[in-house]
């Protein structure tokens, strides 16, 4: 498949079905947050999906190459960044199952039907406004700070777009995890699932992954938790098989 690469841009191996993607290391490139996303969302076969936010695509084609999912919509605000993610679902040759939109995810329903998918992922900003250090780099504060969507506009949208009984879900920064609760449970996306993950066994968690049903009933489960790294730069066993080393 004949594809452009822009100068500056790689293509990267993502260890599944030989699928690749392309990205842009000046701009920004996907993490593990996303990965261990696509790790944690369960997906019946047939199943609509929307994720918001795509940046470049990794969590469309990761959601393809794990799930039996009938169609990935996914839609990001950055027109750079939509561009990569079209280029790269041309590359695995993935045109029919995985869309790209280039809009405001705050704006989804111009695009999408309301109630119209099975499930919504999205992997947001974390900091509110002055958190941690603004990357002066536009793309890169675009992804990490709550300059272009907040928390709630993330969950009144997919709230919005879920079918009833459908699932939200989102991987977060624990430190907002009364916050995400709140928000959730405001727009009935009734928190069902969730799992904790720490870089290493004696350190506090770095980052919640967590999952809304719409118009569930109260309860949840919380998972075992999910472990980085078992000594430096030595991933444990689940890790290795979210990434599928």
């Known amino acids: ?38 790790g944690f ?31 990935i919509s996914a839609i990001e605000i950055q027109e750079e960044s939509a561009d990569m993610a079209r280029r790269s679902v041309r590359l695995n040759g993935l045109e029919n199952k995985i869309d790209i939109v280039t809009g405001d995810l705050r704006e989804a329903d111009k695009f999408f039907d309301a109630a119209s998918f099975d499930v919504i992922t999205c992997n947001p900003p974390y900091m509110i406004g002055q958190h941690g250090l603004t990357n002066p780099d536009a793309p890169k504060a675009i992804a990490r700070h709550e300059i ?60 919640v992954l967590i999952e809304g049903r719409r118009g569930g009933k109260p309860r949840m489960t919380v998972e075992k938790p999910l472990i980085v790294f078992q000594e430096p730069n030595v991933y444990t066993d689940e890790i290795c098989d979210v990434y599928g080393y």
């Open 41 to 71: 969302v369960r997906v019946k076969s047939g199943a609509k999906v929307l994720d918001m936010g795509t940046g470049t695509g990794i969590i469309p084609l990761l959601v393809e190459a794990k799930t039996q999912a009938a169609h």
């Open 148 to 207: 272009l969507c907040t928390l709630e506009d993330v969950v009144r949208t997919a709230a919005k777009l879920l079918k009833p009984g459908g699932a939200f879900c989102m991987v977060h920064r624990p430190f907002r995890l009364a916050e995400i609760i709140c928000v959730m449970t405001e727009y009935k996306l009734e928190p069902k699932r969730m799992k904790l993950v720490y870089p290493y066994i004696d350190k506090e968690p770095n980052m």
């Open 1 to 38: 498949m004949d594809v452009e690469i822009k100068e500056n841009e790689r293509i990267d191996d993502l260890q599944r079905n030989g699928y690749q993607i392309i990205q842009d290391p000046e701009k920004f490139c996907f993490g593990m947050d996303a990965v261990l996303l696509s």
